[in-house]
């Protein structure tokens, strides 16, 4: 998951293609006609942390720790889009093999057995249209539960556990806005009995349960505690 962190860093392009919402979705509601509405929706605002961190009996600074190095602490695409990582060792495993060898459009697997980081390519648009519109050709769904959704990172396979019947309610909800994205963290920190790691700022459980036992690999354990320190020397 923490690995967008870094390839955020990156200069992705806005290409035009379909949305990925699902087969049939519902009406999109009608826009706002305010920007500042706009920008409300897709960002969380301080109330939205310190109403998850009471939910969850942990200080605003841990979820905000947790939502930078995820992300960078950016949700969305600045075309409204949810921020995503495409996984292929998940589509592999969601897929039973079934798609072993297929490539997206510019000639690279979809699909894998074990995790391999030089398929990611760029962050952004490029997740969206090139990793996942190529493996929603091969299943759809097996693609949006083999991806990582939004300002936490939540996997789709998971969508389920934090309150979505479905993948495609799950993916509907991600491109909601960032409430929604929040709430899906919520709910899994709750599921996975995380809340004690946060609370105790032990970083090392934390990330080994919610980051894969590569944590590691990319410190994600140290980078949560700094990013803990200095949320925590604005409180």
Known sequence: ????????????????LPNDLGPDPEPDAEPESEEPEVARVLQLGDDDFVRAAKALDVSVAAIRAVAEIESAG????????????FEAHIFHRETRARFAGR????????????WDRTLYGRAGAHQHD?????????DWEAAHRSASWGLFQIMGFNHV????????????????????HLDAFVRFVKARRLDGHLRNRNW???????NGPGFAANRYDRRLGEAYQRWSARA
């Open 1 to 16: 998951m923490s690995l967008l962190w870094r390839l955020l860093t990156r200069r992705a392009g806005n290409e035009e």
């Open 74 to 85: 950016r949700g969305f695409l600045p075309d409204g889009r949810p921020q995503i990582l």
């Open 103 to 114: 490539l997206d459009r510019n000639g690279v697997r979809l699909s894998v057995p074990t």
């Open 130 to 138: 090139v990793r996942l519109a190529g493996a929603a050709a091969l």
């Open 161 to 180: 556990m934090v309150g979505h019947e479905t993948i495609q309610g799950f993916v509907q909800a991600m491109h909601a806005g960032a409430g929604p």
């Open 204 to 210: 090392t459980a934390f990330a080994r349960a919610y």
